[in-house]
Structure formats: C-alpha cells, structure tokens
C-alpha cells in the first residue's frame, strides 16, 4: 500500500530552523505535486508550499523567503527547510503528495496525506 510519512517536526524557538521530510513508499509508479499544508489550532488548513515533478514550485506569501520546498525523486521523497521560524509558523504540518501508484498492469492515480507533525515556535 501506499502511504506517506513525514518527519522532522517539533518545538524550536523564534529564529530558529526545522527541516520536515515526507517519504512516500509502496507501490509508486510516479509523483506528480507534493506540497506541505499546515493547520493551526482552530484555523483551516492551509497550504504552505509545493513543487510539481518538474521542480516548479509555489509558497503562500507568509512563507516566502523562509521556507523552501524540495524533492528526492529517486527517494520519493519532499523536505520542507523552514528558515527564520515565527510562532505564528505553529501548526500541524501536513504532507500531500498526487501518487500514480501500480499494481502490476493497474494503475490508479490517488491523492494521499500523511499523519502529520508538530511544528511548535516558542516567542
């Protein structure tokens, strides 16, 4: 089965640096998008950054100039380097990934979610 798992979070203080990492597994065929959304206490979930299999990408304006997206494709794996790190930055992240995934001649085209990780910015 597919899925994704992400790591990387947790609590560092304003200023600081955190690198996420979400590694796709299973039967995978190719990735198109991945990206990063987060989700702060009592707020939608919003998306942070995310890069297509070119490498073109795409960053909400509260991120620009501190986050930077990236991806391994021999590894199927995206990273997430959060620079400069405000407590505002404090949510959930999530990662998202477009997988075209096979099952010998089957193939299916499926959106997945990881679990999510703690990313926490003390003032």
């Known amino acids: 089965q597919v899925q994704l798992v992400e790591s990387g979070g947790g609590l560092v203080q304003a200023g600081g640096s955190l690198r996420l990492s979400c590694a796709a597994s299973?039967?995978?065929?190719?990735?198109?998008?991945m990206a990063w959304y987060r989700q702060a206490p009592g707020k939608q979930r919003e998306l942070v950054a995310s890069?297509?299999?070119?490498?073109?990408?795409n960053y909400a304006d509260s991120v620009k100039g501190r986050f930077t997206i990236s991806r391994d494709n021999a590894k199927n794996t995206v990273y997430l380097q959060m620079n400069s790190l405000k407590p505002e930055d404090t949510g959930v992240f999530y990662c998202?990934?477009?997988?075209?995934?096979?099952?010998?001649?089957?193939?299916?085209?499926?959106?997945?979610w990881g679990q999510g990780t703690q990313v926490t910015v003390s003032s």
């Open positions: 890069i297509t299999s070119d490498g073109v990408t």
């Open positions: 998202n990934a477009a997988v075209l995934s096979k099952s010998g001649s089957h193939y299916r085209y499926m959106e997945l």
């Open positions: 299973g039967s995978i065929f190719s990735i198109n998008v």
